[in-house]
């Protein structure tokens, strides 16, 4: 029991995090066509990713969750994993860790998981949408869409994982 409570998700995520990005596919399309140029297969990607979101946006934080009445960060990424791609993911940060290769913040793909060490033995993990945004479960806004560019997690960005 010691060994899962010090794998899940932290529970003390700032309120200041949420960076929720619209869902609008044409706005999505501009953006990216502005930086690179547009990769198909990812923007259709993103956009499944984005209507999960959609469907869990605001869904609450409960260590252990796995339903809409409350859901941890692994458990989101287990949940959307499923149901966007139609893969078995592990259920835990710890054993979500070990899934595929390491990837940099420079190589990161949507639908790459990203890391955090947000306490000691606390780890936190979200899917990458792209831009610098990942999808996660923040302990105290719940599902919500953050930027990997704010300071808080800057310093807790640990590893990124391609699948």
């Known amino acids: ?4 409570f010090m794998s899940g998700c932290s529970s003390q995520l700032p309120d200041e995090v949420d960076a ?3 869902t609008n596919l044409a706005a999505t399309k501009a953006r990216m066509s ?4 547009v990769n198909i ?8 990713f984005m209507a999960f979101h959609h ?18 960060c692994s458990a ?14 592990p259920r835990t940060t ?13 190589e990161l793909k949507t639908g790459d998981l990203v890391f955090f060490k947000t306490g000691w033995s606390s780890r936190h993990v979200g899917i990458y949408l792209g831009h610098s945004k990942f999808l996660h479960a923040s ?16 310093r807790k960005y640990w590893q990124s994982r391609s699948l």
Do not use: C, F
């Open 34 to 37: 502005a930086a690179a140029p």
């Open 1 to 4: 029991m010691l060994l899962l």
């Open 139 to 154: 302990a105290s806004k719940g599902v919500i869409i953050s930027t990997l560019n704010n300071s808080y997690w800057k």
């Open 76 to 89: 989101l990424v287990y949940l959307a994993y499923k149901e966007v791609l139609g893969k078995n993911l």
């Open 55 to 72: 469907e869990w946006k605001g869904t609450p934080y409960r260590y252990g969750g796995m339903s809409k009445r409350g859901v941890d």
């Open 94 to 106: 710890a054993d979500q860790k070990d899934l595929g290769h390491l990837v940099s913040k420079g």
């Open 20 to 22: 929720d990005e619209p």
């Open 41 to 48: 297969k990812e923007l259709a990607l993103k956009k499944k």
